[in-house]
Nanobody, 125 residues
């Protein structure tokens, strides 16, 4: 069955870097669009990046553009989120998910399913 497992979270200092991984199973990675989302305490889950099926086109929220990079390794069935120049406001639980219904916005969480369990990212100032 479809399963996504995030890893790579942890504690980083402001200006530092972390790389998150999203290992997928149950389907061929480049057959699906995969998105990264985050949810900070008391806030709604927000879409921050995705990589589209087949072509691998990437999209980013304005809040992370120029600092985060999404990529995928089809051989390893893994999607990565390289996070550089981290800020305290990046602190959140990060999730990956599969796009199942395109809602007109690749970063709209309403179109995604098969959420992973999340990985905590904490950025200290």
């Amino acid at each position: 069955q479809v399963q996504l497992v995030e890893s790579g979270g942890g504690l980083a200092k402001s200006g530092g870097s972390l790389r998150l991984s999203c290992a997928v199973s149950g389907f061929t990675l480049d057959s699906k669009t995969i998105g990264w989302f985050r949810q900070a305490p008391g806030k709604e889950r927000e879409g921050i990046s995705c990589i589209t099926r087949v072509e691998g086109t990437t999209y980013y929220a304005d809040s992370v553009k120029g600092r985060f990079t999404i990529s995928r390794d089809n051989a390893k069935n893994t999607v990565y989120l390289q996070m550089d120049s981290l800020k305290p406001e990046d602190t959140a639980v990060y999730y990956c998910a599969v796009l199942t219904v395109f809602m007109g916005d690749y970063l709209d969480k309403a179109g995604y399913d098969y959420w992973g369990q999340g990985t905590q990212v904490t950025v200290s100032s």
